[in-house]
């Protein structure tokens, strides 16, 4: 079983940033692979990013290539989302989850976080 606790959420104006983490427990993180996704209202999970487990290997939906990055830190058990140049259309729940698998763009990780709500204005 893997625990994921988001923060960093909250509201920034269009062209600004936010930093996203996301702290695990229960299992050795650097055995899961991590993502994060979002959900705005009225519509489904959405990709926006994942690493490895070892952090070697990165994936990013078209839409925030360029803008996010996606890290972790294995000693500190966090995963981390940095959100740069922010737009209104990135408004949404922002989730982390962890794979016992490999990394993936599908919405098929074992485990996810709660939620934390990042609203650009515009």
């Known amino acids: 079983q893997v625990e994921l606790v988001e923060s960093g959420g909250g509201l920034v104006q269009a062209g600004g940033s936010l930093r996203l983490s996301c702290a695990a427990s229960?299992?050795?993180?650097?055995?899961?692979?991590m993502g994060w996704f979002r959900q705005a209202p009225g519509k489904g999970r959405e990709f926006v990013a994942a690493i490895s487990q070892s952090g070697s290997s990165t994936y990013y939906a078209n839409s925030v290539k360029g803008r996010f990055t996606i890290s972790r830190d294995n000693a500190k058990n966090t995963v981390y989302l940095q959100m740069n140049s922010l737009k209104p259309e990135d408004t949404a729940v922002y989730y982390c989850a962890a794979s016992d698998g490999a990394a993936m763009r599908e919405p098929l990780y074992d485990y996810w976080g709660q939620g934390t709500q990042v609203t650009v204005s515009s």
């Open positions: 229960g299992r050795t993180f650097s055995s899961v692979a």
